[in-house]
């Protein structure tokens, strides 16, 4: 029997799923485990392993796995902690065949207080405050799995509960999707819109303003201090670099690759500790379009046998290690930070 979202709301920490973590996990500096082992924080990030798609947490050295949402007939994707540390927010994949839909919602860092934000939307980031979401709304009426059929940019405010539009009305073919420290930016990969083909954007975030930060690739994650971009630099490479959005017009400098992997295991994914000193990211093969129906493994929900959550450490290069072994489509990481006024649990 299906169960309504009402009836999440309710759901305790202690009905939790454990377990059992991983052995053994690959990299090329295992000594990071106990690195991170010592960091107060967690990881969040999606993954497939019970049959559906669920968010799972885990310590930030990848011990005590817990499954968070528990819901077998919908597919919970791509988790983004608020900057406390106390929400989570995410899309569901919910409903079947020509029905199916990709909300929005968030809930507190222990899976209860599920509360739907949007229908039909997806891409969240949260305003440096933890006050604000926001979020790209689908291109389509119909369901897709593509990440960019995105048009424009919505601000939701959570204490009010209103929504308001970017004043840009031209946004179009948005995703992964970054708010600046100081509200005044966001950073997002545009795919064949606004006249780009393929860059990543610094977009106004009150403004009309779009300019090219010029560094290839895709999916751009920015630091918590705002003085650093990470992204997927090619398909195999997690890039690193300087940003300054205070520059007219705003730029990224000293760009180098943290993790480097070869055809054909690729890096995507990737977000940056709170505290500055590590990336996680995913590594996995990658799969001939045929296999995927034309879908490609990085996409959100798309089922990639092989891939993991592994963590680097941002300022040297290709030391990391694998944060997960079974390779059941472990995806999408997300840095959790400890609950602030609440001991950290």
């Known amino acids: 029997m299906k169960r309504s979202p009402r009836s999440w709301r309710c759901l305790p920490a202690l009905a939790l799923l454990a377990v059992q973590a991983p052995a053994a996990p690959a990299g090329t500096a295992p000594e990071l485990l106990g690195e991170l082992k010592a960091l107060p924080y967690k990881i969040i990030y999606e993954t497939n392993r019970d049959g559906n798609w669920e968010l799972y947490v885990m310590n930030a050295d990848?011990?005590?796995?817990?499954?968070?949402?528990?819901?077998?007939?919908?597919?919970?994707?791509?988790?983004?902690?608020?900057?406390?540390?106390?929400?989570?927010?995410?899309?569901?994949?919910?409903?079947?065949?020509?029905?199916?839909?990709?909300?929005?919602?968030?809930?507190?860092?222990?899976?209860?207080?599920?509360?739907?934000?949007?229908?039909?939307?997806?891409?969240?980031?949260?305003?440096?405050?933890?006050?604000?979401?926001?979020?790209?709304?689908?291109?389509?009426?119909?369901?897709?799995?593509?990440?960019?059929?995105?048009?424009?940019?919505?601000?939701?405010?959570?204490?009010?509960?209103?929504?308001?539009?970017?004043?840009?009305?031209?946004?179009?073919?948005?995703?992964?999707?970054?708010?600046?420290?100081?509200?005044?930016?966001?950073?997002?990969?545009?795919h064949g819109g606004m006249g780009f083909s393929h860059a990543i954007l610094a977009l106004e975030a009150s403004g009309s303003g779009v300019f090219d930060l010029r560094l290839g690739g895709c999916r751009p994650d920015l630091s918590p201090d705002g003085t650093r971009i990470a992204w997927g630099n090619g398909d195999f490479a997690i890039g690193v670099a300087d940003i300054d959005l205070d520059a007219a017009p705003p730029k990224a400098t000293g760009a180098r690759n943290a993790v480097q992997s070869a055809d054909p295991l690729e890096t995507y994914h990737a977000d940056w500790s709170p505290d500055g000193r590590y990336v996680c990211y995913t590594f996995g093969p990658k799969k001939k379009e045929?296999?995927?129906?034309?879908?490609?493994?990085?996409?959100?929900?798309?089922?990639?046998?092989?891939?993991?959550?592994?963590?680097?450490?941002?300022?040297?290069?290709?030391?990391?290690?694998?944060?997960?072994?079974?390779?059941?489509?472990?995806?999408?990481p997300d840095w959790l930070p400890p609950e602030k006024n609440a001991g950290g649990r």
């Open 62 to 190: 990848g011990s005590d796995p817990m499954n968070l949402t528990r819901t077998p007939d919908i597919d919970e994707l791509y988790p983004k902690a608020s900057p406390d540390g106390s929400r989570i927010a995410f899309v569901a994949d919910e409903g079947a065949g020509k029905a199916k839909v990709r909300n929005l919602y968030v809930m507190h860092r222990d899976g209860s207080g599920r509360t739907r934000v949007c229908d039909n939307a997806r891409e969240p980031c949260w305003s440096a405050d933890g006050a604000a979401l926001a979020f790209l709304k689908a291109e389509l009426p119909e369901f897709t799995y593509t990440d960019f059929a995105t048009k424009g940019i919505l601000i939701h405010e959570l204490a009010t509960g209103k929504t308001r539009a970017h004043p840009n009305a031209a946004i179009l073919h948005l995703y992964t999707l970054n708010w600046s420290l100081d509200g005044k930016w966001f950073v997002a990969t545009v």
């Open 290 to 332: 045929k296999d995927l129906k034309g879908l490609i493994p990085e996409l959100p929900g798309v089922t990639a046998p092989g891939w993991n959550v592994c963590a680097a450490d941002a300022n040297a290069r290709n030391r990391w290690i694998a944060l997960t072994a079974d390779g059941m489509s472990c995806k999408e």
